[in-house]
């Protein structure tokens, strides 16, 4: 059996780097001390980068580098300078989240390969063409998906000739990545900008079912799933990691070589992975792969569960049965480190000595050689060296040319000048071409690009409108009720209608809703998954209404190329002015909510592409997480063992948790919507209304009751009412909101990212 499979391996440091290249990695990613989702990892230096890439060449392994998080508007100038440096590297590809630099890679430095992080969300087949018009060349797919919906997706990414990552082994994030704002809202420490505090594996007050850490889910392993993936047409299988170290890398990456190469030869699996429960583990499971959602995922310790095991495999009861138990795994993982020591110790990613040799006689050319590495590479001038007192080639001019040549790449150990006669030159311009030239020869024949600097954007004014005051902004309202229907008879506001995130089969309700309702504006949701992207698929292809909000890629995609106009929902996390232009220019938008995980500032930063609008939720539910996987089995219990699509449809539960400092969080469950978790506060901002009116287009409010919990909604037309009154200028009804809206925050406005 011949595979195309790439095992790519996590790289947090340059010894667990170095663990899994001599493990047999396909590939590694790592990150930078910037730009990265995994600020709590050891990460690595630039000059380290450059080393650790031609080590792995050395091993025909490719390095990717991960810029995985959402960028702000005054980074832009120093990712521009990161970038210009890693075009001029032999980098194999640079993992993204932010569409904004999605469209700044595409435009100003396409030689860079990109791949889109699962922080992209991406769960169905409208995603693939996206992302593949953004410039990707390959998607890694959320962790959430089965078999069925993985073959799907990579059916889609051929035809679009784009490969498949999957996440085989390592850690499970409970929520959708990339829509996990836990800790952002709670502590300001964003899972989008790599600073996740991990809500999800602190200890609560013990629920009623009786479990102190009920969001804790088990680590995820497809070790014995590997045939399956490969039938699906998966290009890499990823191992999460990168806060782990060396020797847990070199085991895991080791362990899949193993079955991976013993499955290719014999087309069976010959590996039992019992080294997999030797190191850091939390138990496993493959059950979001499986389609199988069970209580089983979950474990009440977030902590190694690597010595529990081995117990169990014992039957170790007594004292000192565990005892010894316990110091036998000690020393297996003591032999462990000490072995991948042992052989990584040789391995290394120092700088290359450089050298230059500079002769010449009069009426001679001028001869460079630069010796790196047992080679040496050989320019000479065109010109003679002639008589100069004035403007001689003297080793002070050398230096001050040459000494560029101490980069990341090598270390300019000496310039020897001895055999270069004194009081000669050649013209300077000629000189500084001898060193392009050999900068082109030490970079195996490549052109060294100039680094780029971004002009500054225009900043285009909002549109004209038919109001008395065009800076005025316009209220947004969104619904999910048909009952709210009545509340636009009482507005002038703009309705949005928040369609569910899944559909029975068939279902045509919402295409004769809309049908009947057109002045009602279809409102997206974040994730739509298989059957449940093609319903809503279909709403938008029956209606085709004339302006839609969406959170989903996979769906602006498909109003895009409907000729249907969109506006991209909160949930896409826009935080920059690259990506307004990304979705104006690569999929005609006419206009996008700004994330509310930035701030005052942030926000003021951005540039509005011109006959573009922007907007903004002032009155909203927190959102904290979704999930594919129930929170009521965990918190309240429930009578089904496993999550079935009935309970999609028709679960609408509510409660509540508390953590040990006392913070109490709403579960909340709609019909046709995925589990949620709320913050207890609702976000209230009418500050921003004074502070950024000249921005903004619009306003949005959220009066769809998700996510209250036990608490009593405030009266929905009266809150519409007020919040009119107060764009309108009225600031009396500033208090009249408070009142109504007694439990609010308005930190995330403060904190930012």
């Known amino acids: ?139 890694n797919l959320s962790r959430e998906l089965n078999l069925r919906e993985i073959t799907e997706i990579t059916k889609v990414a051929k035809e679009n000739d784009t490969l498949v990552e999957v996440f085989v082994h390592g850690s499970l994030c409970v929520a959708f990545s990339g829509l996990c704002y836990s800790t952002s809202a709670s502590v300001g420490n964003s899972g989008n900008r790599g600073r996740c505090s991990q809500a999800c594996r602190e200890e609560y007050e013990i629920t009623p079912s009786g479990n102190s850490f009920p969001l804790n889910i088990k680590d995820n392993s497809a070790f014995f799933d590997l045939p399956e993936l490969i039938d699906a047409g998966v290009h890499s299988f990823k191992v999460e990691g990168r806060i782990k170290g060396a020797n847990y890398v070199h085991t895991v990456i080791d362990s899949f070589r193993k079955q991976i190469d013993g499955f290719v030869n014999t087309g069976e699996l010959t590996q039992d992975g019992e080294r997999l429960y030797q190191v850091f583990n939390r138990d496993f499971s493959n059950a979001f792969l499986r389609g199988d959602l069970n209580q089983s995922m979950f474990i009440d310790n977030p902590r190694d569960n690597s010595t529990k095991h081995a117990v169990d495999k014992n039957n170790a009861i007594s004292v000192v049965q565990i005892h010894e138990v316990e110091q036998e795994l000690h020393q297996q993982n003591k032999q462990i480190k000490a072995t991948v020591f042992d052989k990584i110790k040789c391995l290394s990613i120092d700088k290359l000595p450089l050298s230059f040799d500079f002769s010449g006689l009069l009426n001679q050319p001028l001869l460079i050689t630069a010796n790196v590495d047992d080679k040496a590479f050989r320019v000479q001038s065109t010109s003679l060296l002639a008589i100069s007192d004035k403007y001689s080639i003297d080793s002070s001019v050398i230096d001050k040319r040459f000494k560029s040549f101490n980069n990341s790449h090598y270390n300019l150990t000496k310039i020897n000048t001895d055999n270069l006669a004194e009081g000669l030159s050649i013209p300077f311009k000629e000189l500084t071409e001898l060193k392009k030239r050999l900068a082109l020869l030490l970079n195996d024949n490549k052109a060294v690009l100039p680094e780029v600097i971004l002009s500054p954007l225009e900043r285009h004014p909002k549109q004209p409108c038919n109001s008395v005051d065009n800076n005025k902004a316009k209220l947004s309202i969104l619904i999910s009720d048909e009952a709210d229907i009545a509340l636009a008879d009482l507005t002038n506001a703009d309705v949005y209608f928040k369609l569910p995130d899944a559909y029975k089969r068939g279902c045509i309700k919402y295409v004769n809703f809309f049908n009947a309702n057109p002045r009602l504006i279809p409102w997206f949701q974040s994730v739509l998954i298989g059957k449940d992207y093609d319903a809503a698929l279909h709403i938008l292809q029956q209606v085709k209404p004339k302006l839609i909000v969406t959170n989903n890629t996979g769906i602006a995609y498909e109003a895009y190329r409907l000729g249907v106009k969109w506006i991209a929902g909160p949930f896409l996390n826009t935080t920059n002015s690259y990506a307004l232009m990304a979705f104006k220019e690569e999929f005609d938008c006419s206009g996008a909510f700004i994330s509310n995980e930035i701030n005052k500032q942030q926000i003021r930063n951005i540039a509005r592409p011109e006959n573009f609008k922007l907007f903004y939720s002032i009155y909203h539910p927190i959102l904290l997480m979704t999930s594919r996987q129930c929170f009521f089995q965990q918190s309240v219990g429930c009578e089904k063992p496993r999550i079935d699509n009935g309970c999609m449809l028709s679960c609408d539960k509510s409660t509540t948790i508390t953590n040990l400092k006392g913070d109490n969080f709403a579960i909340d469950k709609q019909k046709a919507g995925y589990p949620s978790i709320y913050n207890q506060d609702q976000f209230l901002n009418m500050e921003i209304i004074n502070d950024l009116s000249d921005l903004f287009d619009g306003f949005m409010i959220d009066l769809t009751n998700i996510g209250a919990g036990d608490k009593t909604s405030p009266d929905k037309a009266k809150l519409t009412a007020q919040f009119e009154q107060l764009l309108n200028g009225q600031d009396e009804t500033i208090a009249t909101i408070n009142n109504l809206v007694p439990q609010a925050t308005i930190s995330q406005y403060y904190t930012g990212l």
């Open 1 to 139: 059996m011949s595979s195309n499979i790439e095992l790519l391996a996590p790289g947090g440091d340059v010894d667990a780097i170095k663990a899994a290249i001599i493990a047999g990695a396909d590939a590694v990613y790592c990150g930078l001390d910037t730009f990265n989702a995994r600020n709590r990892a050891s990460n690595i230096s630039f000059d380290e980068l450059v080393g650790i890439i031609r080590l792995a060449h050395q091993y025909q392994c490719k390095i990717f580098l991960t810029l995985n998080i959402v960028i702000l508007e005054r980074e832009f100038k120093s990712l521009a300078k990161l970038l210009s440096k890693l075009v001029n590297t032999t980098l194999d590809g640079v993992i993204v989240q932010d569409i904004g630099m999605f469209n700044l890679i595409k435009k100003h430095f396409p030689s860079l390969d990109i791949h889109a992080s699962t922080q992209m969300t991406t769960h169905n087949v409208g995603q693939i063409p996206f992302l593949k018009k953004l410039g990707a060349s390959r998607v």
